[in-house]
């Protein structure tokens, strides 16, 4: 009988493979996995409902863990800041509906961070027990954890394109600032058809592509813009 060849450390490679497959992360530049969720929102369908909107779409390792409760807090503190950029937030673990629900009245009812407190998240937060749409968005990394999701960050445009793509490890919490930085630069690149350099920030200058053509190099000359 053929024995299915094992590692060292017990892992069968091709269960190793498949585990990898199924973490595959969505590059940038392809459209982003669809999926159907629960939500604390109710459910929601990715990207029909956010269809126009920009979204950030972002996993945190567990509920009620002390960095996740203060990223939760900042994303929501910038909620309006993320709207007004026509930005929506999804958050996403692979806790229950109901934690999810406690957790959140927790951090509305009994958490201050740098002397704000009645922090109140209103972006759905997607159940995900099954673990199928972190699985989809390659947000299980075996070697980090088999049943947490890393801190992920996925920037998507408004026809469902992955645009950019950030992780942290469970140990650190991510900067809200830089990703709003981040999101304003894609905008702005999309927009104008520009690229923005380092430490860019709103307002910098932006690097201008050079021109294909003589004609638009005339153009780009003669125009007072």
């Known amino acids: 009988m053929h024995k299915a060849c094992v590692r060292r450390d017990g892992i069968n490679p091709k ?11 969505p590059l940038i530049g392809e459209k982003a996995p669809c999926f159907i969720a629960e939500t604390t929102q109710g ?13 950030i779409f972002f996993s945190h390792p567990a ?18 800041e993320f709207e007004s950029l026509n930005c929506k937030l999804i958050g996403l673990s692979i806790d229950s ?5 406690a957790w959140l009245r927790t951090i509305k009812e009994k958490i ?14 997607i159940s995900d027990l099954t673990m ?14 088999n049943t ?20 942290y490890p469970l140990s650190n919490g991510r900067n809200m600032e830089e990703i ?25 200058d932006v690097i201008v592509p050079p021109p294909g053509s003589c004609g638009s190099a005339k153009e780009r000359v003669q125009s007072p813009d």
């Not at 269960?15 to 992360?25: L, V």
């Not at 199928?132 to 980090?144: C, D, N, Y």
């Not at 801190?151 to 469902?160: K, Q, Y």
């Not at 930085?181 to 350099?197: D, E």
Request: proline fraction near 8%; glycine fraction near 4%.
């Open 15 to 25: 269960r190793e493979q498949h585990m990898e497959e199924q973490a595959r992360i």
């Open 43 to 55: 459910p929601i369908r990715f990207p029909e409902d956010y269809k126009g909107s920009w979204v």
């Open 63 to 80: 509920d009620f863990t002390p960095v996740c409760t203060t990223e939760f807090m900042a994303f929501a503190s910038m909620q309006p």
């Open 97 to 101: 509906t109901y934690s999810h629900i």
């Open 112 to 125: 201050t961070l740098n002397n704000v407190s009645g922090v109140e998240v209103t972006f759905p937060v």
């Open 132 to 145: 199928e749409v972190s699985k989809a968005f390659g947000m299980l990394q075996p070697s980090a954890s």
């Open 148 to 167: 947490q999701a890393v801190r992920a960050v996925f920037i998507i445009d408004p026809e469902g394109i992955v645009r950019a793509i950030l992780y």
């Open 180 to 204: 709003k930085r981040l999101l304003i630069a894609l905008q702005t690149s999309t927009k104008h058809g520009v690229a923005t350099p380092a430490n860019w920030k709103p307002g910098d």
